[in-house]
């Protein structure tokens, strides 16, 4: 069995310097096709692997990112995350993905993380402080994604607004009838659904209208089913705007197949999040929609901007669209 062997080791046998060892093992890196297939094959010859611990210290960058996130249980919050992993590997980063959701002291796991040194991080999650997160990890620059506005001046913001595309979906609904609105909201401390509520409220107002009725639900299935057969019995209610898509596909099954109203002629219903499976032809749910690959294009620019020690803060508005589906 092959005795394995140090980089200056495998520069000495490849005849190249230390340096072009680390460029090999780099694939941004400039070296010539040939030297770097040499090396590797030696490097395979001898079962050598670059120590990322010892390579990190030399260059003061780890190469990870912490990704603060609700939950991957959450479709929308897992389909950005499955191309925004893909997007760093690409650029040989390392997420560290951490899930705020079940667990108490989420100050304590994020310093868990900074522990690590990481480079970037990037906050989904809004069961976290804001200024928590930016103090915490300090040295990596933070890129927040929240409408909450930030004290701070020293992250990068990336948020959205929704109002000119809930406007187009009340106008819509108001013409075809509809008058008695209810809003299902997912969790009551989440600035996102304050702010998405708030973009139905003001599109309502101009119609001389307002909510009627609202749920609370958890953003699962579950609680929209459950929420929809209690809010839609006891309240004269025609159309209800859901906090997520989830949460809408579960007020219509609870509607068609419980209450037996038709959908939308009885009641239309709205999402929010834009996932793949409300276009799904069972559900074909109306939504408002971001477009997930632009969101993580901007934020990979904004990991990207941060190596090359641009330091200046940047926002980032990000307008939502509806996805029409039969459901409005």
Not at 208 to 230: I, M, N, R, T
Not at 249 to 259: E, S
Not at 270 to 278: R, Y
Not at 314 to 326: A, I, N
Request: neutral net charge.
């Amino acid at each position: 069995m092959n005795k394995r062997i140090t980089s200056k080791q495998l520069a000495k046998l490849a005849g190249v310097s230390s340096a072009t060892i680390s460029r090999a093992f780099s694939s941004d890196a400039r070296i010539s096709a040939a030297t770097r297939n040499r090396i590797l094959s030696i490097a395979q010859e001898h079962d050598y692997q670059p120590n990322a611990l010892a390579r990190s210290l030399n260059s003061q960058r780890s190469r990870l990112v912490a990704l603060v996130v609700n939950s991957i249980e959450n479709p929308a919050e897992a389909e950005q995350l499955q191309y925004l992993v893909h997007r760093l590997q690409e650029k040989e980063l390392l997420p560290i993905i951490l899930c705020c959701a079940g667990y108490d002291d989420r100050a304590r796991l994020m310093r868990m993380a900074s522990a690590y040194q990481v480079d970037h991080v990037v906050v989904f999650s809004d069961m976290v402080s804001f200024d928590d997160a930016i103090q915490i990890f300090r040295s990596a620059r933070p890129i927040i994604v929240s409408n909450e506005p930030l004290a701070d001046n020293n992250a990068s913001l990336v948020r959205f607004d929704g109002a000119r595309a809930a406007e187009e979906v009340v106008d819509k609904a108001v013409a075809a009838g509809k008058s008695h609105f209810a809003y299902l909201t997912g969790r009551t401390s989440s600035w996102i659904d304050k702010q998405r509520k708030a973009w139905f409220a003001d599109a309502l107002g101009k119609h001389g209208l307002a909510f009627v009725a609202e749920g609370h639900g958890d953003y699962g299935y579950d609680s929209g089913f459950k929420e929809a057969v209690v809010l839609l019995r006891r309240s004269k209610v025609d159309a209800v705007v859901c906090g997520n898509d989830v949460m809408a596909i579960g007020v219509r099954d609870a509607a068609t197949r419980v209450l037996g109203k038709r959908v939308p002629e009885d009641i239309a219903i709205i999402g929010q999040d834009g996932i793949a499976m409300a276009s799904w032809e069972c559900h074909d749910l109306t939504t408002m929609a971001l477009d997930g690959t632009t969101f993580i294009d901007h934020v990979v620019r904004l990991i990207e901007r941060d190596q090359a020690d641009e330091v200046q803060p940047e926002t980032v508005v990000l307008h939502l669209k509806v996805r029409w589906g039969s459901t409005c």
